[in-house]
């Protein structure tokens, strides 16, 4: 990957005011050609002193150390990694900074996004479940939808607390049955990563269900999920805080669509989103949580 486009899958996680006031030439005169390796940009993280610029590097540094852990080149360090992460976010202002409360009942923050179409794709976000968010979810439309699939292959390493991952076999079937195909419809045209709202629309292709396997992972720890493969997850409520990072990336594995399961009964349901998260507290309260298990 070259510096260019490290920066433009940094930039991509900033709201479009922020990213248009952002001299990419400027951090690219910056760079001089350097040889893209972890002392480089450890070197100019520590050299850039605007907050905006400085908060790009860190997550330029974030996406290089975790696409080297999902080649298996190295692995990742629980407490170093979301140091990055926390102080990359912490430049920001909490405008600046796109958190959004997903289907699966967890907050998501983008940290990487890199869109080549047909050639690569390549997203990396935060994820982070507590108590404090039960508020803004609608949990029994979570539930009825928690059983999906990804266009893309995932890589999931825990950062605090517990998950559970639940793979399933999914196959077509002639006659009704408790589940069907529902296909992710956008309902604009909003380009902006975190900010697209969705509908998931029933396909009537009925399925029958059958569960493979449930694992757990604590912190430290990581799983993969194959592109297409229909999967469940969830978290230990008794935790404090629970969060991974995840990646999902073409390098590894895609399919055309991703799927969610539903009730069969169901025509439509808008994804259950909310708008304007403030993050900065529970980046906070995941920070220290982390501190103190290490």
Known sequence: MEIKELI?????????????????DSLLEMWSDAEITEPNLINI???????????????????YKVFDAQEGKSSININEIYTLIYNSLN?????????????????SIPVFRLDKKEESFDLLRLHIWD??????????????????????????????GNVHNTLYEVQPAESQTDYSHFEIKWKNNLKKVNERQSIASNTKKYVSVDKTSRSEYSAGQAYTIPAGKFHK???????????????????????????????????????????DIDAKPLLKKLKNHISDES
Do not use: M
């Open 131 to 160: 108590k404090e968010l039960e508020q803004h979810i609608n949990r029994e439309k979570a539930d009825n939808f928690s059983i999906h699939s990804h266009q893309f292959h995932a890589h999931s390493w825990i950062l605090s």
């Open 233 to 275: 997850s969830g978290t230990n409520k008794d935790q404090p805080i629970n969060s991974t990072l995840f990646l999902f990336s073409s390098k590894f594995s895609r399919v055309p669509k991703s799927f969610v399961l539903g009730p069969s009964y169901i025509h439509e349901s808008e994804i259950n989103r909310s708008k």
């Open 8 to 24: 433009a899958g940094a930039l991509s996680t900033l709201p479009d005011n922020t990213q248009d006031s952002v001299d990419v």
């Open 91 to 107: 430049l920001l202002d909490e405008e600046q900074i796109l958190s959004r409360i997903g289907s699966q009942g967890f907050l």
């Open 45 to 63: 993280c520590e050299k850039e002193t605007e907050p905006i610029k400085k908060s790009l590097w860190l997550k330029c540094l974030i996406a």
